[in-house]
């Protein structure tokens, strides 16, 4: 039996041990050289996890702080407290928190002006809004255990005060003294009431939320939030201010060689053997014929291993390829779990879309292409994608802006793109600006088994 360790990184104690930094870790995590956003979106399996956990390491130098739902809870069931003012309050606790964690690390001449502002311009001053002792960052999250009477008092202090305004400042200030990260594991779990994070509530909530981090982040504190595609989707889709943040969205970004990598670390790290000890298949076959036909890269990768290692003492291409139906099966359901809330139908939709596609020999394809074959396909009375259009409203209205369907279904897995003749898999990154400058995409292979 071979095992790889547990597919889900959360599961995984000894992951840190095994860890691949890709180079987009190096260079946005530890030198800060390439930051392109502070959203980092992904797929289920695409590696969020076992980041977050090194983050959260000593393997990172660097002062830090991690915000999730174990420690803080950013939600209360005043109906009448405005989204601004929810806003503000999670800035004020968040700014002050920041700078009160952080204080004793900083020059003299700094310290003695956060201690200024954190003693007596807060809790000196407005201590009866306090009823616990805090320390540092533990302060987020109190105004939401106020009542309403006493919520709309701390809310009118903070504002009259300046408070928030006053906190920016200082916090520029220490971006200059300090290498600080802000780390936020699931934003939409600190945030969200209910069992559907993704309904228009919530989605308001965790964008203003994003846009309180997206404000931190102005002040040249860096922050890394990490949170799920069909989260952001929603988002995208109920909160008005989307657009504040929409440019400072990325993903998490892998090479071939970075999988490759990861799974020889575990058999060097975790197995105590080398790579032609477990695989009847070369690195480089490995990277040609089993990597396209991921999805969600990591997670997708070691599950195959693992499976066929449960019951062979050597893994081969042949068994590796006989997993990719199952594994097409898995994504279908995990898109139509994501996603049917917010598409109805979606899966049944994208497999027709796929078809229809596939029928016409249209697996790799240009914008005109696509949707010259689709919109004859909704005009044909006696065509599968016709009778769906009765199904969903959106499915109803899909045809008449079908280039903003192409951008779905490269972030929810089923398309690639090309630059030149290089191909890029949905796997590999979040690259909307590229995947839209393309016009020249392809089938995901595993939805063509």
Same mark, same amino acid.
Request: glycine share 4%; charged share 30%.
């Given at each position: 039996?071979?095992?790889?360790?547990?597919?889900?990184?959360? +599961?995984?104690? +000894? /992951?840190?041990?095994?860890?691949?930094?890709?180079?987009?870790?190096?260079?946005?995590?530890?030198?800060?050289?390439?930051?392109?956003?502070? /959203?980092?979106?992904?797929?289920?399996?695409?590696?969020?996890?076992?980041?977050?956990?090194?983050?959260?390491?000593?393997?990172?130098?660097?002062?830090?702080?991690?915000?999730?739902?174990?420690?803080?809870?950013?939600?209360?069931?005043?109906?009448?407290?405005?989204?601004?003012?929810?806003?503000?309050? @999670?800035?004020?606790?968040?700014?002050?928190?920041?700078?009160?964690?952080?204080?004793?690390?900083? *020059?003299?001449?700094?310290?003695?002006?956060?201690?200024?502002?954190?003693?007596?311009?807060?809790? $000196?001053?407005?201590?009866?809004?306090?009823?616990?002792?805090?320390?540092? &960052?533990?302060?987020?999250?109190?105004?939401?255990?106020?009542?309403?009477?006493?919520?709309?008092?701390?809310?009118?202090? @903070?504002?009259?005060?300046?408070? &928030?305004?006053?906190?920016?400042?200082?916090?520029? $200030?220490?971006?200059?003294?300090?290498?600080? /990260?802000?780390?936020?594991? %699931?934003?939409?779990?600190?945030?969200?009431?209910?069992?559907?994070?993704?309904? *228009?509530?919530?989605?308001?909530?965790?964008?203003?939320?994003?846009?309180?981090?997206?404000?931190?982040?102005?002040?040249?504190?860096?922050?890394?939030?990490?949170?799920?595609?069909?989260?952001?989707?929603?988002?995208?889709?109920?909160?008005?201010?989307?657009?504040?943040?929409?440019?400072?969205?990325?993903?998490?970004?892998?090479?071939?060689?970075?999988?490759?990598?990861? /799974? +020889? %670390?575990?058999?060097?790290?975790?197995?105590?053997?080398?790579?032609?000890?477990?695989?009847?298949?070369?690195?480089?076959?490995?990277?040609?014929?089993?990597?396209?036909?991921?999805?969600?890269?990591?997670?997708?990768?070691?599950? @195959?291993?693992?499976?066929?290692?449960?019951?062979?003492?050597?893994?081969?291409?042949?068994?590796?390829? $006989?997993?990719?139906?199952?594994?097409?099966?898995?994504?279908?359901?995990?898109?139509?779990?994501?996603?049917?809330?917010?598409?109805?139908?979606?899966?049944?939709?994208?497999?027709?879309?796929?078809?229809?596609?596939?029928?016409?020999?249209?697996?790799?394809?240009?914008?005109?292409?696509?949707?010259?074959?689709?919109?004859?396909?909704?005009?044909?009375?006696?065509?599968?994608?016709? %009778?769906?259009?009765?199904?969903?409203?959106?499915?109803?209205?899909?045809?008449?802006?079908?280039?903003?369907?192409? $951008?779905?279904?490269?972030?929810?897995?089923?398309?690639?793109?090309?630059?030149?003749?290089?191909?890029?898999?949905?796997?590999?990154?979040?690259?909307? +600006?590229?995947?839209?400058?393309?016009?020249?995409?392809?089938?995901?292979?595993?939805?063509?088994?």
């Amino acid at each position: 039996m071979i095992n790889f360790g547990p597919k889900a990184a959360q +599961d995984d104690n +000894d /992951i840190l041990k095994y860890f691949h930094k890709t180079r987009q870790i190096e260079n946005v995590f530890e030198k800060k050289s390439e930051i392109k956003g502070f /959203i980092f979106v992904t797929r289920s399996g695409c590696g969020k996890t076992a980041l977050v956990k090194w983050l959260n390491s000593e393997k990172l130098k660097r002062e830090k702080v991690y915000l999730s739902s174990s420690q803080f809870s950013l939600i209360c069931d005043d109906e009448s407290l405005s989204l601004e003012n929810y806003k503000n309050i @999670i800035a004020a606790e968040l700014f002050l928190g920041l700078i009160d964690e952080f204080k004793d690390k900083l *020059s003299e001449p700094l310290k003695k002006k956060c201690n200024e502002l954190v003693k007596k311009k807060w809790y $000196e001053s407005m201590g009866a809004f306090f009823k616990t002792k805090f320390a540092g &960052i533990s302060v987020l999250g109190n105004g939401f255990n106020l009542n309403p009477q006493e919520r709309k008092e701390y809310l009118k202090s @903070i504002k009259k005060t300046n408070k &928030i305004e006053e906190s920016g400042k200082l916090l520029e $200030e220490i971006s200059k003294e300090l290498n600080l /990260i802000v780390i936020v594991d %699931n934003p939409e779990s600190l945030v969200t009431k209910g069992l559907d994070e993704v309904n *228009s509530d919530n989605s308001k909530r965790i964008g203003a939320f994003l846009s309180v981090l997206g404000n931190l982040e102005g002040k040249d504190i860096q922050v890394a939030a990490f949170t799920k595609e069909y989260i952001i989707q929603s988002v995208k889709k109920n909160y008005i201010d989307y657009n504040h943040f929409s440019d400072r969205i990325c993903g998490l970004e892998w090479e071939k060689s970075d999988l490759t990598n990861m /799974i +020889d %670390n575990r058999v060097t790290q975790k197995l105590n053997k080398t790579w032609d000890d477990i695989f009847k298949i070369s690195k480089k076959s490995f990277e040609d014929n089993i990597l396209p036909n991921l999805v969600s890269g990591p997670r997708d990768l070691i599950d @195959i291993c693992n499976t066929v290692g449960r019951d062979n003492d050597i893994i081969s291409k042949k068994l590796m390829v $006989e997993e990719f139906e199952r594994l097409k099966n898995d994504k279908w359901n995990e898109i139509d779990v994501q996603y049917k809330s917010q598409w109805k139908n979606i899966t049944v939709f994208s497999k027709q879309i796929i078809e229809t596609l596939n029928n016409n020999s249209l697996i790799e394809f240009n914008t005109h292409q696509f949707q010259d074959i689709i919109k004859n396909e909704f005009q044909n009375t006696e065509s599968e994608l016709y %009778n769906l259009r009765s199904k969903a409203d959106w499915i109803f209205s899909a045809h008449w802006n079908l280039v903003e369907y192409l $951008e779905l279904f490269f972030l929810i897995g089923l398309l690639g793109y090309k630059k030149g003749n290089t191909k890029y898999f949905t796997w590999q990154g979040r690259f909307i +600006d590229e995947f839209k400058k393309s016009n020249s995409y392809f089938i995901t292979p595993l939805f063509l088994i």
